[in-house]
């Protein structure tokens, strides 16, 4: 059913309970998960997705980083930097999160799933958790990479502050072809100098 034109409304607006929770757990993965989700929705049309696709994309990037609901807080709270034990915890955060989705009884929610399970695949088959390269991982997930690489790069953290735009557009450059699908950054390129997420807009 189609609610104020936008396809899988029902699960986003059921979802919107776990996105309240996120931000009582942890303010800054919500803001930042809005964030992404806006140049996530920009990249996608213009790179000519079909609505459903959007609607599909909308909810992945919204949802991203829910999986953080089931990292305990001495990992998601660390002020440091993250060891290597801890690393592979937190990149659970993307299989949990499609389990949480995919646990929603609703219409677009099989299809979110995929797109939360697979955003940190890279291009070259070398992300997680499952190896995807190329145009095996959902172009939605390819979108998400690149604009989830672009905003957690321009926070600040504890242990670096943000980069400017011009370094973190270098950064990109550098994991195009690796990380990154190049035609989708090719169309970032082009879209995020105008964008009202670009970093030194803020």
């Not at 609607?55 to 002020?79: E, N, Q, W």
């Not at 592979?88 to 949990?96: D, F, L, N, P, Q």
């Not at 088959?125 to 957690?152: F, K, N, Q, V, W």
Request: aromatic share 6%; net charge negative; charged share 25%.
């Amino acid at each position: 059913m189609v609610m104020n034109g936008f396809l899988f409304d029902p699960l986003y607006r059921f979802a919107q309970a776990l996105f309240v929770a996120l931000g009582y757990r942890d303010p800054a993965t919500r803001l930042h998960s809005e964030r992404v989700r806006d140049l996530s929705l920009s990249l996608g049309k213009r790179c000519g997705l079909a609505q459903h696709e959007l609607d599909v994309l909308r909810i992945g990037a919204s949802f991203h980083d829910i999986g953080k609901l089931g990292i305990g807080d001495h990992i998601l709270m660390k002020t440091s930097r993250l060891d290597p034990t801890e690393r592979e915890v937190m990149r659970r955060h993307s299989e949990i999160g499609a389990d949480i989705m995919a646990s929603i009884d609703l219409d677009g929610a099989q299809q979110a799933a995929l797109v939360i399970r697979h955003h940190h695949e890279h291009f070259d088959g070398r992300g997680y958790p499952d190896a995807l390269a190329g145009e095996a991982i959902p172009i939605c997930s390819r979108i998400i990479s690149i604009t989830d690489s672009y905003d957690a790069m321009a926070v600040r953290r504890s242990y670096h502050s943000g980069f400017g735009h011009a370094d973190i557009m270098a950064i990109l450059d550098q994991e195009t072809g690796r990380k990154h699908d190049p035609y989708l950054m090719r169309l970032f390129c082009e879209i995020v100098e105008t964008s009202e997420s670009r970093v030194d807009r803020h």
